[in-house]
């Protein structure tokens, strides 16, 4: 690679992702896990995909080289990850919590941009010491395609990052796949709300974000489905591979292997 090349290097993401093929319909979670990396690399970026069969030595590898870090939708987080019993929690994984926990680790040592998509936002909220409502009814309508994708408004913070990122919107109607949901009682120092949603529980957090400079933020819809999301959200996703770009390397290195899964 020539010094030229390298300076137009993209920024790399590792996205995590579930494995399609112990889904019951593998080419739909396929599918799902495609359109995360292509939100991203319509902006520039290079995906990564990660999920649970990598080695350990394909994890450091991709975790390594890795300038940004998407944490995207899947199952419900152990309740044991923030000290609870079930009592809500549906399918989960503890392989999934483990990988992600992993990346997430990697990513905040480094100061790397973290972007969390529904689980993902939960995962951010966990992993920084905060907790998850079990569930609440009234948010998770049918799968995406299996029937009309349920829609609900969201309420912007003003002066949060994603506020920036969507405006001039204060209110955008967002697709709901979720049943558990994080209120101001859950959410985790450290972190401050962007955006809010009402529920049968009362205000629900539907946007998350570091409160001090760091690229850390999460919102609990599914932007990648672009069927059932404004085009403004294009923004969020611009905004983050543009942060990934400022900690993408200029100086070398070797290029990583596109691990556990392809997209």
């Given at each position: 690679?020539?010094?030229?090349?390298?300076?137009?290097?993209?920024?790399?993401?590792?996205?995590?992702?579930?494995?399609?093929?112990?889904?019951?319909?593998?080419?739909?979670?396929?599918?799902?896990?495609?359109?995360?990396?292509?939100?991203?690399?319509?902006?520039?970026?290079?995906?990564?995909?990660?999920?649970?069969?990598?080695?350990?030595?394909?994890?450091?590898?991709?975790?390594?080289?890795?300038?940004?870090?998407?944490?995207?939708?899947?199952?419900d987080i152990h309740p044991a990850r923030y000290g609870a019993?079930?009592?809500?929690?549906?399918?989960?994984?503890?392989?999934?919590?483990?990988?992600?926990?992993?990346?997430?680790?990697?990513?905040?040592?480094?100061?790397?941009?973290?972007?969390?998509?529904?689980?993902?936002?939960?995962?951010?909220?966990?992993?920084?010491?905060?907790?998850?409502?079990?569930?609440?009814?009234?948010?998770?309508?049918?799968?995406?395609?299996?029937?009309?994708?349920?829609?609900?408004?969201?309420?912007?913070?003003?002066?949060?990052?994603?506020?920036?990122?969507?405006?001039?919107?204060?209110?955008?109607?967002?697709?709901?796949?979720?049943?558990?949901?994080?209120?101001?009682?859950?959410?985790?120092?450290?972190?401050?709300?962007?955006?809010?949603?009402?529920?049968?529980?009362?205000?629900?957090?539907?946007?998350?974000?570091?409160?001090?400079?760091?690229?850390?933020?999460?919102?609990?819809?599914?932007?990648?489905?672009?069927?059932?999301?404004?085009?403004?959200?294009?923004?969020?996703?611009?905004?983050?591979?543009?942060?990934?770009?400022?900690?993408?390397?200029?100086?070398?290195?070797?290029?990583?292997?596109?691990?556990?899964?392809?997209?």
């Open positions: 690679m020539s010094p030229d090349q390298d300076t137009d290097r993209r920024p790399r993401i590792v996205i995590t992702v579930a494995v399609a093929e112990r889904s019951n319909d593998p080419d739909r979670a396929r599918r799902k896990n495609e359109l995360y990396a292509e939100a991203i690399e319509r902006h520039g970026a290079e995906a990564i995909p990660l999920d649970v069969r990598a080695s350990s030595d394909e994890r450091l590898e991709a975790l390594a080289a890795m300038d940004g870090l998407l944490l995207s939708g899947g199952v019993a079930s009592a809500g929690a549906k399918e989960i994984s503890r392989e999934r919590d483990a990988l992600e926990a992993e990346a997430w680790d990697a990513a905040v040592a480094r100061s790397l941009p973290i972007l969390g998509l529904c689980r993902g936002l939960q995962a951010i909220n966990v992993f920084s010491g905060g907790s998850l409502l079990q569930h609440v009814d009234g948010h998770a309508g049918p799968g995406w395609g299996e029937g009309p994708t349920r829609l609900h408004e969201i309420r912007l913070d003003a002066d949060t990052r994603l506020a920036t990122f969507l405006a001039p919107l204060t209110r955008v109607t967002v697709n709901s796949f979720h049943h558990q949901a994080v209120r101001a009682s859950d959410l985790a120092a450290g972190l401050r709300p962007s955006a809010w949603a009402d529920s049968v529980a009362g205000p629900i957090i539907e946007g998350i974000e570091s409160a001090d400079d760091r690229f850390i933020v999460g919102v609990q819809c599914h932007p990648e489905r672009t069927d059932s999301t404004p085009a403004v959200f294009e923004g969020l996703f611009a905004a983050f591979v543009a942060a990934a770009s400022l900690r993408s390397p200029r100086d070398g290195g070797s290029n990583p292997a596109v691990v556990a899964s392809s997209i």
